[in-house]
C-alpha cells in the first residue's frame, strides 16, 4: 500500500519516483492539492503550456470513456520530449478509468489526478493506494509547524525577516488552505516592502484588518439568516466606516461564489467538495458559514437574491442620501429569505 505521510509526500513532490508515475492528490485543503498537483505537472514536461505535452482531462467527461485515459498516458507526443496527463476528478467516479491506466502504464508520462477530500473506503483512492505503480497522497490543512516553515520560506523568497512576536501573531490567522495562506503572506509581504522586518503592527494593519472581519461577519450572518446577529455586524461595519456601496459588493461577489458551488452540489457534489471550490476566494476560517449557506440555499433562491441585490445596488446609486437604509433593507431581507424554507 503507498499512501505517503508527512515530510515523505514534500520528498516525493520534490523528485517523484519514475516508478509510480500515477500519482493522486486528494484532500480538504484545497489549495494545497492545487498547488503540489502543479507542481507535479510542472516538473513532469519541459513546456505545461504545450498541449502535446500535457493534456487535461475532465474527470465527468473521462467517466463516459475511461479508455480514453490509457490513450492519453501513452500517446508520443508530436515534437518529441516528456509527456503528462492532468486528470481533474468532478463527481463521478473514474476508478475504472484509472484501473486501467494501472494495467497499463506508461513509464514516461506522469498521470496527476486532482480531486477533493476522499474517505479512505473511496474507490479512487483505495485503487490508487494498493496499487505498486501508484501513489497517493493526501493534502491536510497545515498545522503549526508547517505554517511557521511557509513563512519563513516566503518571508525569505521576499528578501525579509519576521519578527517573533509578528510570527505568532500570523500564524492563528493563517491555515486551511495553503494558497490562501501564500496570499495573506505575499500581502503582508508587499507591505512591508522596504523595512528591515515585518513587525507585529503589519500583521495588525494587513491580515488582521478589523473593517474586512466585520464585513465578513456581515455577509455571514445575513446568509445563515441570523438577523439578530446581521443588527450587531452592521453596527461593527458602520463603526469601521465600510461604505454601503462596498457592503452591496461583498454580498454580490458571495452570492456569486455560493451560486457557483451550489449548482455543484446539484450536480452531484458534496457540501464540502462545494465549499472547498471557493475556499481560494473566501478565507478559510469562513468554510462553516459556507457550508451552512450551501444547505439553506437553492440556486434558484440565490438567483433571486443576486438579482435582489442588483437592483438594490442601482438603488444606492440613485438615491445615495438614502444608501445606508437601502444596504440594510436588502441585507435584512437577505436574512429572513435564508430562514424560510421555499
Same mark, same amino acid.
Given at each position: ?17 519514475? *516508478? ?42 473521462? /467517466? ?21 496527463? =492532468? ?27 486532482? *480531486? ?9 483512492? /483505495? ?6 505503480? *501508484? ?34 501573531? !500570523? ?10 495562506? $501564500? %496570499?495573506? +503572506? ?11 522586518? @515585518? ?13 474586512? !472581519? ?12 441570523? #438577523?439578530?446577529?446581521?443588527? @450587531? ?8 466606516? #465600510?461604505?454601503?456601496?462596498?457592503? +452591496? ?9 455560493? %451560486?457557483?458551488? $451550489?449548482? *455543484? ?12 471550490? +471557493? ?9 462553516? /458559514? ?6 439553506? =440555499? #437553492?440556486?434558484?433562491? !440565490?438567483? $433571486? ?18 444608501? &445606508? /437604509?437601502? #444596504? ?13 424554507? &421555499?
Amino acid at each position: 500500500m503507498v499512501a505517503l505521510k508527512g515530510s515523505d509526500i514534500d520528498k516525493f513532490v520534490a523528485r517523484p519516483d519514475r *516508478a509510480r508515475p500515477i500519482v493522486l492528490v486528494f484532500g480538504p485543503d484545497a489549495g494545497l492539492v492545487r498547488e503540489r498537483a502543479e507542481t507535479l505537472v510542472r516538473t513532469a514536461v519541459d513546456d505545461p503550456k504545450d498541449p502535446f505535452q500535457l493534456a487535461r482531462l475532465d474527470g465527468d467527461d473521462l /467517466a463516459g470513456e475511461p479508455t480514453r485515459l490509457v490513450e492519453e498516458a501513452n500517446t508520443i507526443p508530436l515534437f518529441g520530449g516528456r509527456r503528462a496527463v =492532468w486528470v481533474k476528478a468532478g463527481s463521478r467516479n473514474i476508478a475504472s478509468a484509472v484501473e486501467l491506466l494501472i494495467a497499463s502504464p506508461s513509464p514516461d508520462c506522469r498521470v496527476v489526478i486532482e *480531486a477533493g477530500d476522499l474517505k479512505r473506503s473511496a474507490p479512487l483512492r /483505495a485503487l490508487c493506494e494498493r496499487a505498486k505503480n *501508484a501513489v497517493a497522497l493526501p493534502c491536510y490543512a497545515d498545522a503549526e509547524r508547517d505554517l511557521v516553515r511557509l513563512i519563513d520560506d516566503e518571508m525569505r523568497a521576499a528578501g525579509l525577516t519576521i519578527a517573533p512576536e509578528a510570527r505568532a501573531a !500570523l500564524v492563528p490567522l493563517l491555515g486551511g488552505d495553503r494558497l490562501a495562506s $501564500r %496570499h495573506e +503572506i505575499g500581502k503582508l509581504a508587499l507591505f512591508a516592502r522596504g523595512k528591515p522586518r @515585518v513587525e507585529l503592527e503589519d500583521v495588525m494593519a494587513v491580515v488582521a484588518d478589523a473593517s474586512t !472581519l466585520a464585513l465578513d461577519g456581515l455577509i455571514d450572518a445575513a446568509f445563515a439568516g441570523r #438577523t439578530g446577529e446581521l443588527e @450587531v455586524q452592521l453596527g461593527k461595519v458602520h463603526t469601521a466606516g #465600510t461604505s454601503p456601496g462596498t457592503i +452591496i459588493s461583498a454580498a454580490l461577489r458571495q452570492v456569486a461564489q455560493l %451560486h457557483r458551488a $451550489r449548482l *455543484a452540489v446539484e450536480a452531484g457534489a458534496s457540501i464540502s467538495e462545494a465549499a472547498g471550490g +471557493i475556499q481560494p476566494f473566501v478565507h478559510f476560517s469562513r468554510k462553516p /458559514a459556507v457550508e451552512g449557506a450551501l444547505k439553506i =440555499w #437553492t440556486a434558484a433562491r !440565490l438567483e $433571486r437574491a443576486m438579482a435582489q441585490l442588483a437592483d438594490a445596488t442601482l438603488e444606492t446609486r440613485k438615491q445615495s442620501s438614502m444608501a &445606508e /437604509a437601502i #444596504t440594510q433593507r436588502a441585507l435584512l431581507a437577505l436574512a429572513v429569505n435564508a430562514r424560510r424554507k &421555499e
